[in-house]
């Protein structure tokens, strides 16, 4: 689990760093032989540029021991992990310096109310 984690944080992390054409070619075979190479049982893959779907591929299987392969429309349970993706994406906006670690989220969104305990 811990691998294809880190295999979305890589993806994501340098994403934003690659040039703006990519050769999807390229990239579907680096990501298939990724998994093949890491033994990740699966994963989905999607590219959004400007608004519009890019890339969108499955790899591997659904299920080990199962021939149903995924595809870009499969649900993958990743628990709490949506925590580390919204930390991951802050940190790339302070880096950018469009957030300050410091501001209060009040400032950002200020419909946003958590109730307080007196």
Same mark, same amino acid.
């Given at each position: ?11 994501v ?5 690659? =040039?703006?054409?990519?050769?999807? @070619?390229?990239?579907? #075979?680096? !990501? ?6 890491? +033994? ?25 021991g ?10 993958? =349970?990743?628990?709490?992990?949506? @925590?580390?993706?919204? #930390?991951? !994406? ?6 950018? +310096? ?21």
């Amino acid at each position: 689990m811990k691998k294809v984690f880190f295999l979305i944080f890589l993806f994501v992390g340098t994403m934003s760093t690659i =040039a703006q054409e990519v050769d999807l @070619k390229e990239l579907d #075979a680096y !990501i298939s032989k990724t998994v093949n190479d890491w +033994g990740i049982p699966g994963v989905s893959v999607g590219i959004v540029k400007d608004g519009e779907i890019v890339f969108e591929k499955g790899y591997g299987v659904m299920e080990i021991g199962k021939g149903k392969s995924p595809d870009e429309h499969t649900l993958y =349970a990743i628990a709490s992990n949506t @925590k580390a993706f919204t #930390a991951a !994406i802050i940190a790339q906006l302070v880096e950018e +310096g469009k957030l300050n670690w410091m501001i209060k989220y009040s400032v950002i969104y200020p419909i946003l109310k958590f109730m307080t305990v007196p």
